[in-house]
């Protein structure tokens, strides 16, 4: 299983970004898909998941509002939408699989994306 993660860069406060992570040696639409972001000196910590079929989707409160994930499981690609983005978003942010359930625990997930770093400026 490979993913990879793309998409981030700088932006000023109040941007936007659109990561993507493109996903192989896996069925896809059978795995959620998760996305978690880990800022310096801070714990790896849950931003977005969303369910194989793309039905079913959850977002940390800190994101709710301002962040979407959504999936293309023809491209097996997922995607997290970032508007209104804060300082406090700094982070490098990382996709994830690990099986055929929901949840929030970074431990609960096998395979991991090489990151993408996005720096918001205020």
């Known amino acids: 299983v490979q993913l990879q993660a793309s998409g981030g860069g700088l932006v000023q406060a109040g941007g936007s970004l659109r990561l993507s992570c493109a996903a192989s040696g896996l069925t896809f639409s059978n795995y959620y898909m998760g996305w978690f972001r880990q800022a310096p000196g801070k714990e790896r910590e849950f931003v977005a998941a969303?369910?194989?079929?793309?039905?079913?989707?959850w977002l940390a409160d800190s994101v709710k509002g301002r962040f979407t994930i959504s999936r293309d499981n023809a491209k097996n690609t997922v995607y997290l939408q970032l508007n209104s983005l804060k300082p406090e978003d700094t982070a490098v942010y990382y996709c994830?699989?690990?099986?055929?359930?929901?949840?929030?625990?970074?431990?609960?997930?096998?395979?991991w994306g090489q990151g993408t770093q996005v720096t918001v400026s205020s």
């Open positions: 969303i369910s194989g079929s793309g039905r079913s989707a």
């Open positions: 994830a699989t690990g099986g055929t359930y929901y949840s929030r625990d970074y431990k609960e997930y096998t395979y």
